[in-house]
């Protein structure tokens, strides 16, 4: 026993000092970090320099104000269709009857987004909101979860429908629920069906309310890590600003996890995927215009955790950006306070009444309180069942009741809960316990997370004998939720949330809605909370005396009790979700500086008289972007117009003299996309990536007769090296449809006379820093012990999207995660690729990729991204892990790639490749050689025939 406790005390101190050493570390990149880009921000006039104190800046003094309201959503608002979508990414989201507490993954945030899309969807303004969620057919969980699309009732509408609707995205094995701590690998297919339907719906909606033009989506707000990583995607796809909401965050969790002190960082990272999550959310903050928080200390103690976010530079570049000042390519999103709302439709009057009884007068005897039959009218007019299932634990049911109401999950803590009452025999004598901890059927079924919580309870209240002082049912309906907090209230008793952090805390805000007063977390947003409610008391949930002291207080005083109680009805107001909608909608107008290009919303073509073969031009002409000639609209007469078509149509027939005119690009019926990495070790293109474009070639034509398919080239390589490397193959450079170089940062189209496409590289502008990069990139990516030469520009390869630095034979430099970082930190978002065989790193905009150029391809070409079919070797660059996931099809082609960057990509201690590939993709296949049969024959078995 003594061995074990001293070897748990021996790894808890290790565990310590490995945490202190890192934070050191991470404490000293990141004022290194600050410092730079202070520095640099700080060439300032003097003036300036004033205005940018952040300490005098008024707008900034709003930010701590928790219901802001500088800014009004108006009602000439109402005139405008807005199309909003948000996204949750889990899945078990429903509109009715939600199951929270199910498990760890279903909590306030599935309440959260569900309310927020109905308040939205009722704002004016507003025509349609899409919660994007995951699809799950499983037979572990209820069909209603599978149902591709469910409309969100409003009792309040004639039609019943507010235009909310839930859409469910297959993504990963559809017959199976995943944890969210899993669910990463599959990020990238939700984000192609989450394409497909936000396309179709823009569509739809542009033909119903817009003339034919599409309708973008206005925002697109992820949820949490994970939909904050696909929020991110879709709004670099679509070029459409991209709001966040964080709910909880991995780096707080970590911490506190840490601090614990009972596992290690592998062992955690292992169970709660933390890296992969924490550079979601980092990704998230690299895309995201705004950031929606909850209080004002998620923002400074949360979201200031993270590499992408520093208060003080975010101040000085939002004064800045308003005087007109270069923020010399630092961008930091805005972080905006709006706290959630309540549905108050269950709060009755009765719940705010002064002197609303004891719950004696309401119960009767202690005989009657145990019978459910002789319950007085009162109870018998709302759901009993909840009551009796926590009535019949009781010894005494007259005894104010404790009540905790959270997950299952071990970071609320409830386990020091049951301590603090236990060992405090006042507490016991004074009070009862209720444990409502999700609903189980049988505690060996649940995950294994949720049912150590429940052994841990069961085997607590046996250790202090707390039978007959504790409630812990094993069901309750959402529906019932009211009754219990009620129940708690007519016994004077108190609501707690001891949980190590509270990103936010929905239980608080509904506790104080009906009347119960609280006893709350330190640890995050219920410090703003009872700030604004002044409606409990704060405790450090480590400290289980403070926990007893403080709900001992709070029992023990009726007239802090009846304080708190008033308090809290009289502020609960404040938690509005109206006013939530028009405030956030107020500030997202105010972050729209981005719009779809042109060519994205030109893909729908307006239905008028027109021959059959005109119309077939034209929609060839309008999908092979000669958006410049022509004007949709009728703003050009019909006969100009169609002359233009004409025109346009010859210049392309002409341009491409294989594929006729069915077949050109932008209406193939496939793309066969090229992003075989041929390097030899010294980054010089290899043979092989002939070799493998003519079999390719060769095969597609064979099996499919080469018009139906278009080919795409994804490299890293320069245009000119790129050009150089197809200039050694038998085939013609026309016969491909787009060649992407320099790592998705420039897109050509070959059959247009070798036209940059202007519009993606518009797109790509997005947060580029261009100039003020160049030489900071260069700076961060030497080690510290790395000679000057190491890492110099390339001039040739560079291009103004694209900056591109020669690594010498042999040099140390740091690794992708680890440069991200250090630019990060000053501001800088990039996307940064390791190519030619590492000896080539390119720094682009942080949405030009090789997969995102597919993305923008597919949906200017109207091609189903399930018809792409994406050749690569068995290594790549730095960002060959990103080409697999999605519902295109891979054929990895073995024996083509000798030398790949991977080694590049990411330090040790970062998340593991199998956390961001999914490992059982069916979408990939395993090719012996190049050979054009065997391509053929991987073709077929991945289902392209
Ligand atoms: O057995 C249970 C357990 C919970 N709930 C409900 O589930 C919600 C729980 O929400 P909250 O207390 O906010 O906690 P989390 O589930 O952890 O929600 C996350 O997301 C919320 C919304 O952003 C934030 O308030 C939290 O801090 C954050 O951890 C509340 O509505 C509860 O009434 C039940 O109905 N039954
Ligand atoms: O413990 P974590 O992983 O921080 O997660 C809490 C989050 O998990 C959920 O339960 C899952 O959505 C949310 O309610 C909440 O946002």
Same mark, same amino acid.
Not at 229 to 253: D, F, I, W
Not at 602 to 630: C, N, Q, Y
């Given at each position: ?23 050191? *570390? ?17 060439? &300032? ?54 199951? &929270? ?6 909590? @306030?945030?599935?309440?959260? =987004?569900?309310?927020?899309? #109905? ?102 707000? @992820? ?19 991209? =709001? ?40 998230? &903050? ?6 929606? %928080? ?5 923002? !400074? ?10 208060? *003080? ?81 009781? %010894? ?25 009452? @236990? ?5 016991? !004598? ?55 907090? #009620?129940?708690?209230? *007519?016994? *004077? ?114 239905? !008028? ?37 004409? !025109? ?37 293109? %290899? ?70 496409? %202007? ?187």
């Amino acid at each position: 026993m003594c061995w074990r406790i001293w070897h748990l005390a021996r790894k808890k101190k290790q565990i310590a000092w490995n945490d202190a050493r890192r934070l050191a *570390k991470r404490r000293l990149e990141r004022e290194q970090g600050r410092n730079d880009a202070a520095d640099d921000l700080s060439e &300032l006039s003097e003036g300036e320099k004033e205005k940018c104190d952040p300490d005098v800046s008024e707008p900034i003094k709003n930010l701590s104000r928790i219901n802001s309201d500088t800014q009004i959503w108006f009602d000439t608002d109402k005139s405008k269709h807005l199309y909003i979508v948000l996204i949750s990414m889990h899945g078990l989201v429903r509109g009715e009857n939600m199951e &929270l507490g199910r498990d760890s993954d279903t909590g @306030g945030q599935v309440k959260y =987004v569900v309310e927020l899309a #109905r308040a939205l969807a009722n704002t004016k303004g507003v025509d349609r909101v899409d919660l994007l969620t995951r699809q799950i057919t499983s037979p572990e969980v209820d069909s209603s979860y599978g149902e591709p699309i469910e409309m969100l009732s409003c009792p309040s509408h004639a039609t019943g429908s507010c235009g909310a609707y839930i859409i469910r995205i297959p993504s990963g094995p559809r017959d199976k629920y995943i944890a969210k701590e899993s669910l990463w690998p599959h990020i990238p297919e939700f984000v192609d069906g989450a394409l497909n339907h936000i396309v179709n719906m823009a569509r739809a909606l542009g033909d119903q309310l817009n003339g034919g033009k599409p309708t973008w989506p206005y925002v697109i707000h @992820g949820h949490y890590a994970d939909a904050g990583e696909v929020a991110a995607h879709l709004s670099g796809a679509l070029n459409v600003p991209m =709001v966040l909401t964080g709910h909880s965050l991995g780096r707080n969790k970590f911490e506190q996890l840490l601090k614990q002190g009972r596992l290690s960082k592998e062992a955690i990272n292992a169970t709660y995927k933390i890296m992969r999550r924490i550079e979601g959310e980092e990704l998230g &903050l690299d895309a995201a215009e705004m950031v929606v %928080t909850s209080t004002m200390q998620e923002i !400074e103690e949360q979201w200031g955790l993270y590499d992408g976010f520093d208060l *003080k530079l975010e101040r000085k570049l939002r004064v800045r950006r308003r005087r007109g000042v270069s923020c010399l390519g630092r961008y930091m999103p805005r972080m905006v306070v709006i706290p959630p709302g309540m549905d108050f439709s269950y709060v009755t009057t009765q719940d705010s009444l002064e002197n609303d009884g004891d719950l004696m007068s309401l119960l009767g005897s202690d005989d009657r309180a145990q019978n459910k039959t002789h319950l007085p009218q009162i109870w018998s007019e709302i759901t009993i069942l909840a009551l009796m299932q926590i009535m019949r634990f009781f %010894t005494n049911p007259h005894k104010p009741t404790i009540l905790a109401l959270s997950r299952p999950d071990p970071k609320k803590n409830v386990t020091t809960l049951l301590k603090a009452f @236990g060992e405090c025999q006042l507490l016991r !004598e004074l009070a009862n316990l209720t444990l409502i901890l999700g609903n189980r059927d049988d505690i060996e079924d649940m995950s294994n997370s949720s049912s150590v919580v429940l052994t841990t309870v069961l085997k607590l209240i046996d250790r202090f004998d707390l039978y007959g002082q504790v409630a812990y049912p094993k069901h309750h309906k959402q529906s019932e939720v009211p009754e219990i907090y #009620r129940l708690a209230a *007519k016994t *004077k008793g108190v609501f707690i949330n001891p949980a190590l952090v509270e990103p936010f805390g929905l239980t608080l805000i509904e506790a104080a809605a009906y009347g119960l007063p609280v006893v709350a977390t330190k640890n995050g947003g219920p410090v703003d909370i009872l700030k604004v409610l002044n409606n409990g008391l704060l405790v450090d949930p480590h400290d289980q005396n403070a926990i007893a002291d403080a709900l001992l207080k709070l029992v023990a005083d009726k007239n802090l009790w009846a304080e708190c109680r008033k308090n809290g009805l009289r502020n609960i107001h404040r938690f509005s979700w109206t006013e939530h909608c028009r405030n956030y909608l107020s500030r997202v107008e105010h972050c729209r500086n981005r719009h779809p290009t042109n060519r994205l919303e030109i893909m729908t073509i307006p239905e !008028e008289p027109m021959s059959d073969s005109l119309r077939d031009v034209e929609d060839i002409s309008l999908r092979f972007s000669i958006e410049g000639d022509i004007k949709l609209n009728g703003e050009i007469d019909a006969a100009a117009r169609q002359k233009k078509i004409v !025109e346009a149509f010859t210049r392309m027939a002409s341009l491409n003299s294989n594929t006729g005119i069915v077949y050109s690009p932008g209406r193939r019926q496939m793309l066969f996309v090229i992003a075989a990495d041929c390097y030899d070790s010294n980054g010089e293109t %290899t043979e092989t990536f002939q070799a493998m474009i003519m079999n390719v070639m060769k095969d597609a034509g064979l099996c499919f007769g080469l018009g139906k398919i278009g080919f795409v080239l994804l490299t890293g390589s320069s245009f000119r090296e790129t050009m150089q490397a197809l200039s050694c193959c038998p085939v013609n450079i026309e016969d491909f449809d787009a060649l992407v170089c320099n790592s998705g940062s420039e897109m050509y189209y070959p059959w247009k006379d070798m036209v940059a496409d %202007t519009d993606y590289e518009a797109h790509m502008a997005y947060r580029w820093p261009g100039e003020n990069v160049r030489s900071m990139a260069m700076r961060l990516a030497r080690t510290e012990d790395g000679a000057e030469d190491d890492i110099t520009e390339y001039v040739a390869a560079c291009s103004s999207r694209c900056y591109s630095y020669s690594i010498k034979p042999g040099a140390k430099t740091r690794r992708i995660d680890d440069l991200r970082q250090r630019l990060r930190m000053r501001g800088f978002r990039c996307n940064l690729v390791y190519t030619r065989a590492a000896s080539r790193l390119n720094v682009v905009p942080l949405f030009a990729s090789r997969i995102q150029a597919l993305r923008y391809l597919s949906i200017r070409w109207a091609i189903d991204v399930s018809k792409v079919v994406l050749f690569v070797g068995e290594k790549g660059d730095t960002d060959y892990e990103d080409l697999f996931g999605g519902l295109h099809k891979t054929i990895v082609l073995k024996g083509t790639v000798a030398y790949g960057s991977g080694k590049l990509l990411r330090n040790e201690d970062n998340f593991k490749r199998e956390d961001a590939v999914d490992q059982g993709n069916p979408n990939i296949k395993f090719v012996e050689t190049s050979e054009g049969q065997n391509i053929a024959g991987a073709l077929v078995a991945i289902g392209i025939k």
